[in-house]
Structures are given as C-alpha cells and as structure tokens.
C-alpha cells in the first residue's frame, strides 16, 4: 500500500456532514470518501495523478475569451 502522508483540511461542517453521509451510504470511511472524491475530481479534469484521461463532458473550448486565453462552455 503507498504510504499516506496526513494532511489537516479545514472544511464547513455542512460540506462535512454530507461527505460523512455519502461515505456511510457507499460503506467507505470519512477519509476514503475524501480521497474518492479528490480522485474523481482530477481524472475529470485531467489531472490524475495516475495518467488517467478525462472523461467526456460535453464542453468545447471557446476562441472568444481573447488571445492566450480559453474559457470552457457547457454544451447540450
């Protein structure tokens, strides 16, 4: 197993008690579902750690925002 390196995360206690939830509906610890999510988060946005590649979501690439700068619009 990689070694973990303990990290403190200041978060709001809503945000907490619903993550705590989640991680009680899916059978996963607190720290589990928190790492779950962080990985999900940067495979979609192609930055896995891993190499893993982004998931298809619908969005394009404008030209519009100005000269070395792209901003992503939502698709249907």
């Given at each position: 197993?990689?070694?973990?390196?303990?990290?403190?995360?200041?978060?709001?206690?809503?945000?907490?008690?619903?993550?705590?939830?989640?991680?009680?509906?899916?059978?996963?610890?607190?720290?589990?579902?928190?790492?779950?999510?962080?990985?999900?988060?940067?495979?979609?946005s192609?930055?896995?750690?891993?190499?893993?590649?982004?998931?298809?979501?619908?969005?394009?690439?404008?030209?519009?925002?100005?000269?070395?700068?792209?901003?992503?619009?939502?698709?249907?």
């Amino acid at each position: 197993m990689a070694e973990r390196k303990p990290f403190l995360l200041r978060i709001d206690p809503r945000l907490l008690e619903a993550v705590q939830r989640w991680a009680n509906d899916d059978l996963r610890s607190l720290n589990a579902q928190i790492e779950f999510l962080l990985r999900r988060g940067l495979k979609e946005s192609g930055r896995s750690p891993d190499g893993d590649t982004p998931r298809a979501r619908g969005r394009r690439i404008t030209s519009e925002a100005g000269p070395g700068r792209a901003d992503e619009v939502d698709t249907p």
